[in-house]
C-alpha cells in the first residue's frame, strides 16, 4: 500500500480544488491510498517558535512525514499560490534542517475558473520545492479549467475527459512516488 498525501492549497470551504481531490480519491486505484494533509490550524510562520514549536506545527510535520509522496491541488491567487499553502509550506521546512519536505516526491495538480488553469502558480510551486529538496512530477502538467458539470453530487468525477486527465496524473504520480525511496510498494 502506498499512502499519498493531498493538500489543497486553499483553505475555502468551497474550494474547487477540494472538489478536485475528493475525485482523485473516488478514483485511486487499488494499493493507493489518499489521505488528506490538513493545515487550517496553522499559525503564521515566524522564527520566533523556532525554539519551541507549536503543536500544530508538530502534527503538520509529522502527517508529511508519515505519508510516501503527496500531490498538492492548488488554485492561483494573483499568478502565485495562495499565502496559506505558502505559509503551510515554511512551517513544514522549519526549524533549519527539520525539512520534512527534504527528499518527499511531489505532484503537483490545480484547478481554476480560468482558462489557463494554475500554471503561473503552478510554476512558483515547483520553484518553492526545489528549494526544498522534494522530488517533483515534471509530466504530466495538469492545469484544469474547472467546470462543475464534471462532477456529480458525491464529488465522483462524472466527465470522461476529466477522468481520462485525472486517472493518466494519479498513475504517473504513483510511479513517481514509488521510485522514491522510503515509499512503499503497492501489493
Known amino acids: 500500500m502506498i499512502r499519498i498525501g493531498y493538500i489543497v492549497g486553499s483553505l475555502s470551504s468551497t474550494s474547487i480544488n477540494r472538489q478536485v481531490a475528493q475525485g482523485l480519491t ?10 488528506e494533509l490538513d493545515y487550517s490550524t496553522l499559525p503564521q510562520y515566524s522564527a520566533d517558535h523556532d525554539a519551541d514549536y507549536p503543536q500544530a506545527a508538530l502534527a503538520w510535520k509529522q502527517s508529511i512525514e508519515a505519508v510516501d509522496g503527496v ?33 518527499k516526491p511531489v505532484a503537483i495538480a490545480g484547478a481554476s475558473v480560468g482558462s489557463i488553469g494554475t500554471a ?7 520553484s518553492i520545492l526545489a528549494h526544498l529538496n522534494a522530488p517533483t512530477l515534471g509530466q504530466p502538467e495538469v492545469f484544469l479549467k474547472f467546470s462543475p458539470e464534471d462532477f456529480g453530487p458525491d464529488g465522483a468525477i ?30
Open 26 to 35: 473516488s478514483i485511486a486505484p487499488e494499493g493507493v491510498e489518499l489521505v
Open 158 to 187: 462524472v466527465g470522461d475527459a476529466l477522468r481520462g486527465i485525472l486517472d493518466g496524473f494519479l498513475k504517473a504520480a504513483h510511479a513517481h512516488i514509488a521510485q522514491h525511496p522510503g515509499a512503499a510498494t503497492a501489493a
Open 120 to 126: 503561473a502558480a503552478q510554476q512558483h510551486l515547483r
Open 71 to 103: 500531490i498538492i491541488l492548488t488554485p492561483e491567487y494573483l499568478r502565485s499560490i495562495p499565502g496559506s499553502l505558502k505559509n503551510a509550506l515554511d512551517w513544514a521546512s522549519r526549524p533549519w534542517g527539520t525539512n520534512s519536505f527534504d527528499g
